[in-house]
């Protein structure tokens, strides 16, 4: 076998795809621009987009939220399966588990035809943001609170995790990096979720696949990592004498970085902004600074950009949002796009089983333990 083989499967084209496109343009879903679905549109109506290749008309948007609001409810045995979980268990290790159970409850879990899979995607859209606010709550020791079929996705999420419906403009900072989050072609987690597709294994193991995959520090795991190490900083003049001590160490510095935008992430701008407002609005001009100079310093000695997770990590927190919870809510919002895959990896499947160049030993002479 060559042993030119492509570490990481970096640069490699592994499948045909008509969900997401990142070229010199920057990002797009289903041919829109991340840019301009970010400004107009709902998270709900992205989640459409992903899922039928076209925008809905009103009636169809109305027709879907209504179908995702008519699964805001959780089986009893999932709300009490999550209040007895440990409390210090981390909550992506939480949700990984309890989307596994969730399909125990699905009695359409194993059905594979395309009216059922679309039941399923509906219900995991809906249902995952319960799952995570529900996991929040337990963690801090708080009562569950039902959902409301009046709110959205993102104010529902919101609502479900403090108790207090939230304003709009909240809501709607909220739903944006959702729909930033929404979908991104062939990261680490999708394609997980799009291997396990491939072997026909039902929506369920596909999600919790990718779940398990996201939460790694070099994935979703990075917008906890990087809101901390923000806070580890504190201010701007600690910022020179971390990332010198850091980099001397070789070690690596969270939220930068990317294995495709070498240029950098065409959501950063976007995130950035939206946390130089927030950041204004909540007298946390510190932490805005720190992570603009850290931002800085880190192009100019590193040459590597920012990605969307270190500031997405910077917008939760100043949602108020707490930091443990930071990957899930990345997870809430790729389901949109994973369930996007999973749809297109059953309709032109292939099974995806590449070969590795082997380096180990050859050619030994088994012997009985007796003699060895
Ligand atoms: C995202 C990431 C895994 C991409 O990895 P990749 O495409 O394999 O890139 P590489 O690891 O080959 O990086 C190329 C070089 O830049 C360095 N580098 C990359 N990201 C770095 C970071 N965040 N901090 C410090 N150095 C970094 C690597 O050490 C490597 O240096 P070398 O050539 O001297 O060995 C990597 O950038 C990373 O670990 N980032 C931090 C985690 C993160 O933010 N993840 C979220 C991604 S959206």
């Not at 989307?99 to 359409?108: A, K, T, V």
């Not at 039941?119 to 606010?133: D, E, N, Q, T, Y």
């Not at 946390?275 to 204004?280: R, V």
């Not at 707490?322 to 059953?346: K, P, W």
């Amino acid at each position: 076998m060559s042993t030119d083989h492509h570490a990481g499967l970096e640069d490699i084209e592994v499948l045909e795809s008509s969900i997401c496109e990142i070229n010199q343009k920057g990002l797009s879903f289903r041919g829109f621009s991340v840019v301009d679905l970010a400004a107009g549109a709902g998270f709900e109506e992205v989640v459409y987009l992903l899922w039928n290749d076209a925008l809905p008309s009103a009636q169809e948007l109305r027709e879907f939220t209504a179908a995702i609001r008519g699964e805001y409810k959780l089986p009893r045995e999932i709300i009490e399966h999550i209040n007895h979980v440990p409390r210090e268990a981390h909550p992506m290790a939480v949700l990984r588990t309890l989307i596994s159970s969730l399909g125990l409850y699905d009695p359409e879990a194993a059905d594979m035809s395309p009216q059922a899979q679309r039941g399923k995607a509906i219900r995991l859209i809906a249902k995952m943001p319960l799952i995570v606010a529900a996991i929040a709550r337990h963690r801090n020791a708080k009562a569950h609170v039902e959902a409301d079929p009046e709110l959205s996705l993102a104010a529902n999420f919101l609502y479900c995790l403090s108790g207090t419906k939230p304003g709009a403009a909240t809501a709607r900072l909220f739903e944006t990096s959702l729909i930033l989050y929404a979908e991104h072609e062939l990261n680490a987690s999708t394609f997980a979720a799009r291997t396990t597709a491939a072997t026909q294994a039902d929506t369920y193991s596909c999600i919790v696949s990718a779940i398990s995959t996201l939460q790694g520090n070099l994935h979703g795991g990075a917008n906890q990592r990087a809101i901390e190490m923000l806070l580890t900083i504190g201010k701007p003049d600690a910022v020179d004498e971390y990332l010198t001590d850091r980099l001397k160490k070789k070690e690596i510095i969270m939220g930068f970085g990317h294995r495709v935008y070498k240029d950098g992430d065409p959501r950063v701008p976007i995130l950035r902004e939206l946390c130089a407002g927030l950041a204004e609005q909540k007298k946390e001009k510190n932490i805005f600074e720190t992570a603009v100079l850290l931002e800085k310093e880190m192009l100019k000695r590193k040459k590597l950009h920012a990605n969307v997770d270190y500031y997405s990590g910077l917008a939760f927190y100043l949602l108020g949002l707490s930091a443990d919870i930071f990957t899930c809510i990345f997870a809430i919002a790729r389901n949109a796009g994973y369930l996007a895959h999973i749809a297109e990896q059953y309709t032109q499947n292939k099974l995806i089983r590449p070969r590795g160049v082997y380096t180990g030993k050859q050619n030994l002479k088994y012997l009985p333990i007796e003699k060895r």
